[in-house]
């Protein structure tokens, strides 16, 4: 069983900034991918960033609308992804999601695993 903490979220006005913190714990091997999403209400949720695991360095994406302003980032050591976000605008108001992808053991599939979300709020 694996948990996601979610923290971070909350009101800011146009141009201010947030972090998001994700905390993994449980039985988890190794990551894959670890990532944050959004959803507005009457949208499909759609990707934000990903940070997947690399040989020497991880690599990253972006939504071309978040490129600049968002920065994806791990800590390893505590199985946390963050998602600092500057610059904000009224069309990051979303509830945002953390996903991982993971392995529970070594030889295990890979299972994607999603957090309950954290509301973002920019009001202008």
């Known amino acids: 069983q694996v948990q996601l903490v979610e923290s971070g979220g909350g009101l800011v006005h146009t141009g201010g900034s947030l972090r998001l913190s994700c905390a993994a714990s449980?039985?988890?091997?190794?990551?894959?991918?670890m990532g944050w999403y959004r959803q507005s209400p009457g949208k499909q949720r759609e990707l934000v960033a990903t940070?997947?695991?690399?040989?020497?360095?991880?690599?990253?994406n972006y939504a071309d609308s978040v490129k600049g302003r968002f920065t994806i980032s791990r800590d390893n050591a505590k199985n946390t992804v963050y998602l600092q976000m500057n610059s904000l605008k009224a069309d990051d108001t979303a509830v945002y999601y953390c996903?991982?992808?993971?392995?529970?053991?070594?030889?295990?599939?890979?299972?994607?695993?999603w957090g309950q979300g954290t509301q973002v709020t920019v009001s202008s």
């Open positions: 940070i997947t695991t690399g040989g020497s360095t991880d690599s990253t």
């Open positions: 996903k991982v992808t993971y392995k529970s053991t070594y030889d295990s599939p890979l299972s994607t695993y």
């Open positions: 449980g039985r988890i091997s190794r990551f894959n991918d």
